[in-house]
């Protein structure tokens, strides 16, 4: 797995200066189904997507037959604080579906089965040793312990979700800028990156990849806002458009 010395790994090479797209549909919605979540990845790959990153065994297993770029897997579970691939059975489960990334909590929380982030990562790569990790974290100490755990790549996909951090309106950039300064291995941005300003400036900062989720595949979350905005304008003619949601 790669060190500060080594050579990336493929898929984290496949990243490297790329765009993620993150293609979720959340439980009891009309595009949760995994053929549509493959669909759905392959147009963002037309469109230009490196990568893609998806949730759940059979959306990871029609994906990564889907598609020939790097898939980032992962598995929603549970209402406890951990919920992002929690525990070592999650994490052994998306990589055999066929991940080539599985992305997991990389926060210093604890883990519902009890295991270390650094147990977790060792004993998956016992259990598939190919596989690469993505740590999911909420701020610079979560990154800086991740890599120290073994992680290939950590994202700020948790910042503004842990307590940690304000959540900010649009990406942490400021967090951003700590982990790239801080941090040995690449870093993703992932979190709120709403329009392709954010996504360049987030680069811009020296990113190894940036995720966009809701703003490119949630069209529900899409439509909201220009729902809100129509709605807005014809209540308060010659205002602009208030501020995003992106709860789903
Ligand atoms: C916090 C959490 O549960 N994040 C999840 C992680 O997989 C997804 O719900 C997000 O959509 C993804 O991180 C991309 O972010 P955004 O949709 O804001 O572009």
Known sequence: MTTAASV???????????????????????????????????????GGAAGVRVQGLEDVESTSHALDVPVVGLWKHGDADVFITPTLEHAVGIARAGADIVALDGTRRPRPDGLTLVETIRRLRVEVPAVLVMADCGSLDDALAAQVAGADLVGTTLAGYTGERARTTGADLELV???????????????????????????????????????????????????????????HPGEGAGERDDEH
Do not use: K, N
């Not at 990336?8 to 595009?31: F, H, K, N, T």
């Open 177 to 235: 800028a700590e982990l790239v300064g801080a941090c040995r291995v690449p870093v993703v941005v992932e979190g709120r990156v709403h329009t392709p300003d954010e996504a360049a400036a987030a680069m811009a900062l020296g990113a190894h990849a940036v995720c966009v989720g809701t703003a490119i595949t949630h069209p529900t979350t899409i439509t909201s806002w220009f729902a809100r905005a129509v709605q807005e304008a014809r209540s």
């Open 8 to 46: 990336p790994p493929d898929a984290v090479e496949r990243l490297r200066g790329g765009l993620i797209v993150s293609c979720q549909a959340y439980p009891g919605e009309p595009m949760r189904d995994p053929r549509t979540t493959a669909q759905v990845a392959r147009a963002a790959v037309a």
